[in-house]
């Protein structure tokens, strides 16, 4: 990415360093105005390197694709343009976006290869002639568990994160996601016998929590604020990608004997990529100077740590006054916001004020993500194309390309409106368009069976609702909504909550639908799914265009 183009933004006055200027003065603050100008050439050079924004960025966003607000008009040049009081002009290079962004998303690609490549790995490792060994006959539970296995991996993983992922700062837990995706693809891959792939499968799903945790937490806190719903919501897209590159190399190699093998290892070069990239990233400066300002080590140390990662990401000389300068300025920032929180919170923090609000929030749509049936709907994909006559779907690898497609396609809808029409609106739309479907199914199933051009709308109608709702949006909100004290803890807790419900889930479909029958089943989900579009409605609050700060102090409070 050579291009040195450069985008325009509008800066509001709700920019934390304005603020310092109009409130009385903390004794960590200079009782002297800042100087605009210099305001002016810190916002500039946060933009530039993606990096910090959240202390820096405010509400507003381009006219382009990004408009998020009506601003003066204003235009000047470079990091010494003047401002005015009430509007400033940032500048950010996508040049700079692109590796930051890349790097962390190949942590989810990893996870929707998984779901992909399982699909037809478990119909090769079954398989008398392909599958290249003699323990092929697996048992309903031994087939369970190689495909939950990742699963309950990330379940595990998730709650590592909890635990280390503060301690280990962003870049380091997404390199040791990738060196686990490494391991755990390898090692299922090369297994001689069902314990060692169960192994592989475990390690392969920590990687999954840790990079799922670490993913739009590294990426909300290094972007502008102006595009972070974009980027945040391209994680899900790289997601879908995963998904769909699993199911065509699964299609690809599906009468290869031992395919299941090569199925699962192709994750690991890729996974060599991600954690080679995330080597040559650098911390984020922002967490660095948190742990500065929370006394995590020494102070000198971590500051100028974080010039340098800042000059590393904005492609500047070792020790550039202007990486120098601006650090200078964001540690004000946090000194002036922080100074009587030191420390991260105890364990039961996250459970408490600001925190628990941000957890209903963040916890709830990743929960109502899983229980309005997601897993099942597209459980019934195959049955219900089938029924409508589609020659594609008498081949299931076939079938999930054309799925893998569609969602694809929707999610790409998702990352282009995210900050133009906001997060509430999609989410609003999508789920309501969630619930009519379940509520078409349930009825096709029902008394509409001689109709099955229904079910296919309805399936299709499901899950475009789903990629421009619960699918990108959801996750944007959990990276929003927490608190800078307690947010790699709310993150993980939030991940956690969806792997549990996911597995919850998916144990359950079977007996609920022999005990209800899949017409109420799936009327079942439609209930939960209007449950779940009236939280939204009272619960779930905007944040298109607001800094992290700004989502901390106006909408937690």
């Not at 017409?519 to 609050?541: D, K, M, R, T, Y």
């Amino acid at each position: 990415m050579a291009s040195t183009t450069l985008y325009d933004f509008r800066l509001s006055l709700l920019n934390p360093l304005h603020h310092q200027q109009i409130k009385k003065p903390k004794a960590l603050v200079s009782s002297s105005r800042i100087n605009p100008r210099l305001v002016s050439s810190i916002n500039n050079h946060l933009a530039l390197t993606c990096v910090t924004n959240s202390l820096l960025q405010s509400h507003s966003a381009p006219k382009r694709r990004f408009h998020v607000g009506a601003q003066k008009e204003y235009s000047g040049e470079g990091s010494e343009s003047l401002v005015s009081d009430a509007t400033q002009q940032e500048e950010f290079s996508w040049s700079s976006v692109f590796l930051p962004f890349l790097f962390p998303a190949l942590g989810g690609l990893l996870f929707g290869y998984d779901i992909g490549a399982t699909s037809g790995a478990t119909l090769s490792l079954q398989s008398p002639e392909l599958s290249g060994i003699a323990w092929f006959n697996l048992s309903a539970i031994q087939l369970g568990l190689v495909v939950s296995g990742s699963l309950y991996g990330a379940l595990l993983g998730s709650l590592l994160a909890y635990a280390i992922a503060d301690f280990l700062g962003r870049k380091r837990q997404l390199v040791a996601a990738a060196l686990l995706y490494v391991f755990g693809g390898v090692i299922t891959a090369y297994a001689p016998e069902l314990s060692v792939l169960l192994a592989g499968r475990l390690l392969y799903g920590l990687g999954i929590g840790l990079a799922m945790h670490g993913a739009p937490l590294y990426i909300a806190e290094t972007c502008p604020s102006q595009i972070r719903g974009t980027l945040v919501s391209l994680k899900e897209l790289f997601i879908v990608l995963g998904i769909l590159l699993g199911y065509f190399v699964g299609s690809f190699l599906i009468n290869t004997v031992g395919g299941w093998r090569f199925m699962y290892g192709f994750s690991a070069p890729l996974a060599i990529f991600m954690g080679l990239g995330m080597l040559i990233l650098p911390n984020s400066p922002r967490w660095l100077l948190l742990r500065a300002v929370q006394g995590k080590g020494s102070f000198q140390e971590l500051k100028d740590e974080a010039i340098v990662s800042l000059g590393k990401l904005r492609g500047r000389p070792p020790g550039d006054k202007e990486s120098e300068r601006q650090i200078e300025e964001t540690l004000l920032s946090l000194k002036s916001a922080y100074a009587d929180q030191t420390s991260e919170g105890n364990f039961l923090e996250v459970f408490q004020g600001p925190n628990l609000k941000a957890f209903i929030i963040g916890g709830g749509l990743v929960l109502f993500q899983q229980i309005t049936g997601q897993p099942s709907v597209l459980y019934y994909a195959g049955p219900i194309l089938q029924s409508a006559g589609f020659s594609a779907a008498s081949d299931a690898t076939k079938v999930s390309v054309v799925i893998g497609l569609f969602k694809l396609l929707m999610t790409w809808i998702a990352v282009l409106k995210v900050d133009d029409l906001g997060r509430r609106p999609l989410l609003i739309g999508g789920v309501s368009g969630i619930a009519i479907s379940l509520v078409l199914l349930s009825s096709y199933y029902k008394f509409l069976g001689g109709f099955p051009l229904v079910a296919v709308g309805a399936l299709l109608l499901y899950v475009g609702c789903y990629q421009i709702s619960f699918g990108p949006i959801s996750w944007l909100m959990v990276s929003e909504v927490f608190p800078l004290r307690t947010r790699g803890r709310g993150i993980s807790l939030a991940v956690l909550t969806n792997f549990a419900s996911n597995a919850l889930v998916t144990f359950a479909f079977s007996p609920l639908k022999e005990l209800l029958g899949a017409e109420n089943l799936f009327l079942l989900f439609g209930a939960i799914s209007i449950l779940s579009l009236l939280f939204i409605i009272f619960s779930v609050p905007e944040t298109k265009g607001l800094s992290l700060e700004d989502i901390e102090s106006k909408i937690l409070k």
